[in-house]
């Protein structure tokens, strides 16, 4: 078994990548750390809040064997003690703690600290695994003998794997999208006011949109030597938030090179993925993509935990009216799943297995 | 005093159209109608429910003198007992019950019937009153002395206020749109269930995705003799539903013929509609349009009341990254104000003043 | 593997009984019967909306081999093709149809037409099973070789449960509560309005306060020959309908006869049940109730699928300010796996293995 | 037109303070005062959030020339600038500064600070009028020109103006509550997060139980001299959270001294307070409750805004089970209005014109 540590275990991603990891076949919790307010305390004292509640937030019940283990400064914490970082701290205290870690260490990571930096990959479950190669250009360049490996935005994680087969399929000339939003993306601390969400929509979040618009291409771009080149099509995007607990759905409208139809456009999203699929990794789901012919479907509350969360579903694939090449769609991806902790998870799995060949 | 009925009284819309007519300074309700299982009870009766309670849906009180009007059976009701007809039955009573009100009497209508008929208008307050002349050739071409004015589908109502100054001072080449509905467009006879919608998103609305993109074009269309001649610019739409009482949110993205700015989009916006409010209808807004500079606004539950409902509140308004000309924003309509009764009662002043000149 | 047959397959509590039933041990669902309407077609073909949706309720996916079974019609379904009959149909086909097929096969009921009935015990998983004994006379009497073992109302589910280790110590004078109940109680056709429902609660629920007052007495008495001797403190209740999924809340304030405390009442309830949970029966929770020290739990959401939905959590035990021997509390149960189908589950696995003695 | 400060005036409860003095016919806001922080900006300065959306947070529009105000420092503040001092700051500052402003003004506060002070009434219109001559021994036992009138516990308004009526008639021996309480009682600064409430219930409100069994006795108690002799009747409540935005329903079981019926206490509470309402102040209602006969009421959304948000809603009328004189029944109370800031502006007028008498 690989030793990890969770810093930034305190958070609510902190707390999810520790669901994640619960009862995994190749990785076992042995560190957790988090802000030197919590450090010296058991992980369970460091959660409890002065009004006597817990601050553990997931459904699935915090082990005691995990809720027992001491939280360490992650500011002095020790990356050789363990074998991997999963790091779920916020992006400024990413950009100073992540390198200190890499150094020795591979830091998988939830933050955005990294993820524009040429010599960083964004990896998705499935996408683009054959960038998992410039963490060598990376390492080398930075001189570390870990890495850093950032997840994605999580709103855009069910967009660039839909996109994918089509991409692949029949090219992509542009992309309007809306995301409704679920509000667990917004975090806890102290997240978004139940008096803001009831019985209405926040048509705005702020900084969302840029990332939106230009990671997929990122991600959906291809190697070229020692960075990436970046896939072209524009990404036009509202991003909303919905009250809903999880799962992000985005209506999306994209213009391809070539002819597509929604049949065609089906058939690729159906057989997309099934090679990243046999690779049978812990996390991963049987199928990247299940596409719904109901037409009221994908529904978060309904379809996001389909796959183990891990799952895109794509509904209501039809002709766009405006362009001789269009489609439309509606996706749904967890947020909180693929789109973070146990998206990360699965890259943790995929480069510990196929990079780092340590299985 | 003009005497006006309510046909379809019973209804969520026939409600909100009385609830509009209260205290108002040119008509009254004289006459209620609704379906057969009503007629010959009061109204108070016909909107008891089996399990003891009222079927009266609006927050505001059922005053006591509309509750004690008998209800008489829509089928045989006389038009000729009142000056105008308010029509809030569902389109396939309105085709046929609609044309013999008119025969004699004005029908201002909320249903879907007529509206895509080529001597009919489909009237929005303060962008298409031109068109209301076409209402002259719908009674010579039917030989009827009344006529028959539709509403337009509620969800577009927002959409259509906030591009006609775009297109009148810009053009459009195309919209890309995602529309996010509230629960009361679904009606109430059930209606949508709240296991469905709490937390959630229902991503289709059956049969609106074909209004939406066909509708505007026609209100923003030009009266060209006896006909309209429609807009030209294509619609592409997702409309969802999301956990709103009341209000649709519209996510437009458009791209304008001429260039146009975040800045000098606005300043068409702030300044449409000054004439049309200076005709000083009694269920005009000061202003037909706001624009908000909060990023976060507008948001249905605390902007959905502005000018009475009657306001179409447009906020985020910004360059789009895919077009040269492009423009995106986020709008806010009152779904059964200005999207229903309120507006269609909005349409009954203007047409009893400057078509009809009663007054 | 003995055959079940669930008769009211298409409703919500079929459905859920369906769930409950996945990759049992014992039991394996070889029929399904509902309504003449959905007679002689698929599972899954009964289940279609005409809008072309699902009216397949559950989260969890509705398994191939069920979907494929064929649908029999309830009024003319054969009892004895089948080892036991699990009925969810509603009360009034429930008092025609389950008598048929009690003749010759045990029914497992989740309807409430032969719960008052006085040879007819109200069994609830760890609470009283020694009534079972009854069902010998309820046979005897009605010349019957199977049974009719009905469920108890759902709302007091996690009352009885929580109440019983209290009687049992301390004795019961009387109890007040007020119930906070999920939606789900009301089922799917149509069920609660969304419009109703959103930003609301609604306190009443028709016909739901009688059976709170006047069921658990039943079950929580004692069984005197051939009847049960009702426990008998009284119980005042108002039930009341809260925007959530699932999950009935119960406040509750009881007066004692013998002194207690909430360290000695909270001991009670975490020493009780431990001989039913030994019974090691599939549906079974490892605790009938949890006890939380947090001020703010249970809550429905975070709380009501613990122990599988099966364990009852009770929270906020304190001193009565109005009683020497008071005590007041809030419990917690999973009105639709505890309070419905789940529950009649673990019963019939009590049943067939003790008081049938099939395994 | 009297001078009116509102000190605190950027907190919420300051915010409805504003919304109710709009317009008013004898007071006229002259001042703003709230933190150190705020002081010397204007009041809509004061309100813009770093994220560059404002924290006025009613639905109401925040006039011009209110939002052009100079906000004041709180600690600073000169009380005989005005002839009114309306203090909506928290508890703990309400200790230090109240009392200064009271040497000069009379203070009507919504903190709890003074509410048990022997010398001091806790007013709530048309119930305990009577008590406004402690008033006096307060300013003479303190040495004040001023005073200090606090409003009650936001929770227990609608039930106390529903027990007086029976307490005159019939007596009260005890009574048994549970709160379903809004949302904005909570405050919102940070008040409660999105992800607690939503499909959620929170069945604990910190430090509110021991307010809400208390605070009922002094302010139905009767004054007896220089103090107030308490109501001696015991309450035992539950305070529960509920996803709502506005409106406390309260479901009480009352035991009486004397035999009362459904019939009696309707009548009894119908023909309640109308000598109060007589008097016509600005703010109170026409009717202090509303008996409904609709099972189904009342609701939060539907009935908090009767008599504009001061109208007590009582439904559900019916007899306790337990109890020879026993009557259970829920109301409703809008938490923000008649709880907080209009409660306190209708004493206010009451003071103004009967005990100060200005007008």
Request: hydrophobic share 40%.
């Amino acid at each position: 078994m690989l030793k990890i540590a969770i810093v930034g275990a305190t958070g609510i991603v902190g707390q999810q990548a520790i669901v994640s990891l619960l009862n995994h076949p190749w990785f076992k919790i042995t560190k957790l750390a988090a802000s030197e307010r919590s450090a010296g305390k058991s992980y369970r004292e460091a959660l409890k809040d002065s009004n006597g509640s817990s601050r553990w937030w997931c459904t699935e019940e915090l082990p005691d064997e995990i809720a027992a283990l001491p939280v360490e400064d992650a500011a002095n914490f020790d990356p050789t003690s363990v074998d991997i970082i999963f790091s779920t701290i916020d992006a400024s205290a990413a950009k100073v703690l992540e390198p200190k870690y890499a150094l020795t260490t591979p830091v998988i990571s939830t933050a955005s600290a990294f993820r524009y930096e040429s010599d960083t990959p964004i990896l998705v479950g499935g996408i683009n695994m054959e960038q998992a190669q410039l963490l060598a250009s990376q390492q080398q360049n930075r001189g570390w003998k870990g890495f850093i490996a950032p997840k994605s935005n999580c709103t855009i994680a069910g967009l660039v794997v839909s996109l994918k087969p089509i991409l692949d399929k029949f090219g992509v000339k542009q992309v309007v999208m809306t995301s409704l939003q679920a509000m667990s993306g917004a975090g806890r601390t102290p997240g978004l006011s139940a008096m803001d969400m009831m019985e209405n929509v926040v048509p705005y979040i702020s900084g969302e949109e840029p990332k939106v618009e230009t990671e997929p291409q990122k991600i959906l771009g291809t190697l070229a030597g020692e960075s990436i080149q970046p896939a072209t099509f524009p990404i036009s995007a509202t991003c909303t938030r919905v009250p809903v607990l999880d799962g992000h759905l985005v209506c999306a409208f994209v213009q391809t090179e070539k002819p597509c139809s929604p049949e065609t456009v089906k058939e690729a999203m159906v057989n997309f993925g099934k090679d990243f699929s046999a690779l049978g990794l812990p996390s991963s789901p049987l199928h990247l993509i299940e596409v719904t012919d109901d037409p009221f479907r994908p529904q978060p509350r309904l379809d996001r935990e389909r796959g183990g969360g891990m799952t895109v579903t794509v509904g209501r694939i039809r002709k766009d009216p405006i362009y001789e090449n269009g489609i439309k769609y509606v996706c749904l991806a967890h947020n909180t799943k693929l789109g973070a902790a146990k998206g990360a998870l699965q890259t943790a799995e995929y480069l510990v297995k196929y990079y780092l060949k340590w299985l």
